[in-house]
């Protein structure tokens, strides 16, 4: 008899335990909250701020074609760099896109022009850390600049696709000088302007 009553005993307290582990007297929340980050054109990190395109000898026969490198010699690494743009705003609704414009032609201190010379940035991939997708008119191509004074747009993104950090890589600069261009012994200096304007405006 003995037995039997503490056989039931031990079930009724295993029902009662069952009953108390299901039922919820209490809840615990878990909360996290994000504030707006940044929105950055990254300009000082990665645009070069000097194309040396070397020194050379004056000929008129010869088409010629020079690469900006870090010394300006064309045996020297090539200048790159990259078009980079920090989205941490956490707004789904904004935009954004960043242009280059070249200001003049080549020209010395006196104005002399470098006729038809031709300066073309030579871009590659675009990347985004968040796997969106931003654009490149001139992703893997080539932006040969042949009007002046006129802005092209490089790198964009739309509404969804503004978020995180976007890089577009820029793999060289070149500068083509036609044949029979006359020239002067002097410097030939021109200048890139680099613009970024978003939505909403900060």
Same mark, same amino acid.
């Given at each position: 008899?003995?037995?039997?009553?503490?056989?039931?005993?031990?079930?009724?307290?295993?029902?009662?335990?069952?009953?108390?582990?299901?039922?919820?007297?209490?809840?615990?929340?878990?909360?996290?909250?994000?504030?707006?980050? %940044?929105?950055?054109?990254?300009?000082?990190?990665?645009?070069?701020?000097?194309?040396?395109?070397?020194?050379?000898?004056?000929?008129?026969?010869?088409?010629?074609?020079?690469?900006?490198?870090?010394?300006?010699?064309?045996? %020297?690494?090539?200048?790159?760099?990259?078009?980079?743009?920090?989205?941490?705003?956490?707004?789904?609704?904004?935009?954004?896109?960043?242009?280059?414009?070249?200001?003049?032609?080549?020209?010395?201190?006196?104005?002399?022009?470098?006729?038809?010379?031709?300066?073309?940035?030579?871009?590659?991939?675009?990347?985004?850390?968040?796997?969106?997708?931003?654009?490149?008119?001139?992703?893997?191509?080539?932006?040969?600049?042949?009007?002046?004074?006129?802005?092209?747009?490089?790198?964009?993104?739309?509404?969804?696709?503004?978020?995180?950090?976007?890089?577009?890589?820029?793999?060289?600069?070149?500068?083509?000088?036609?044949?029979?261009?006359?020239?002067?012994?002097?410097?030939?200096?021109?200048?890139?302007?680099?613009?970024?304007?978003?939505?909403?405006?900060?």
């Amino acid at each position: 008899m003995k037995k039997k009553i503490f056989t039931s005993l031990a079930m009724l307290g295993l029902c009662l335990f069952s009953g108390q582990f299901v039922l919820a007297d209490s809840q615990t929340q878990g909360e996290v909250n994000y504030i707006p980050g %940044a929105l950055e054109f990254d300009y000082t990190s990665e645009i070069p701020t000097d194309l040396n395109f070397g020194e050379h000898p004056i000929q008129t026969v010869t088409p010629e074609n020079w690469i900006a490198t870090t010394t300006g010699e064309q045996t %020297a690494p090539a200048t790159t760099g990259a078009v980079d743009v920090r989205d941490n705003r956490g707004d789904l609704t904004g935009t954004w896109l960043v242009k280059v414009a070249q200001v003049e032609q080549f020209q010395t201190s006196d104005e002399v022009e470098l006729t038809d010379a031709v300066l073309s940035l030579s871009f590659g991939s675009v990347t985004n850390n968040l796997s969106l997708s931003p654009t490149s008119t001139y992703e893997n191509d080539e932006l040969a600049i042949q009007v002046f004074n006129q802005e092209f747009t490089v790198l964009s993104a739309t509404a969804g696709e503004n978020s995180g950090d976007t890089s577009l890589a820029i793999d060289q600069f070149s500068l083509a000088v036609p044949a029979n261009t006359n020239k002067v012994a002097a410097e030939y200096t021109t200048t890139l302007n680099w613009t970024f304007s978003s939505t909403p405006e900060p």
